[in-house]
């Protein structure tokens, strides 16, 4: 299982933006099939977006739709999570997730995901 680590979470207003990024520490990462996940607290996790290995797929929870954008770079094994029009609601852990050997599907339950970040805090103040 390999950890993955994100970066760029912090504490912005409504209707700020703000970009996370995980780096994936393996070599096969264009074998990866990607995701977000975020949970608030007291709440249960949630998926936040998610791209396939090739990229060519996204998934979108309906929350965050037209707001946030998934994106993955095969040059520095990154996938970066673009969020714009931030509201409060929003404020969460934010988690890297992988899945080794997917295809073109993009899944939204934890259960297929078997690398996972330490997490991110994202903030947002009214």
């Known amino acids: 299982q390999v950890t993955l680590v994100e970066s760029g979470g912090g504490l912005v207003q409504a209707g700020d933006s703000l970009r996370l990024s995980c780096a994936v520490p393996?070599?096969?990462?264009?074998?990866?099939?990607m995701a977000w996940f975020r949970q608030a607290t007291g709440s249960d996790s949630e998926f936040v977006a998610g791209?396939?290995?090739?990229?060519?797929?996204?998934r979108y929870a309906d929350s965050v739709k037209g707001r946030f954008t998934i994106s993955r770079a095969t040059g520095n094994n990154t996938v970066a999570l673009q969020m714009n029009s931030l509201k409060t609601e929003d404020t969460a852990v934010y988690y890297c997730?992988?899945?080794?050997?997917?295809?073109?599907?993009?899944?939204?339950?934890?259960?297929?995901?078997?690398?996972w970040g330490r997490g991110t805090q994202v903030t947002v103040s009214s």
């Open positions: 997730a992988g899945r080794l050997g997917a295809g073109t599907e993009v899944f939204e339950a934890r259960k297929y995901y078997t690398d």
């Open positions: 791209i396939s290995r090739s990229g060519g797929h996204t």
């Open positions: 393996r070599r096969n990462f264009g074998m990866y099939g």
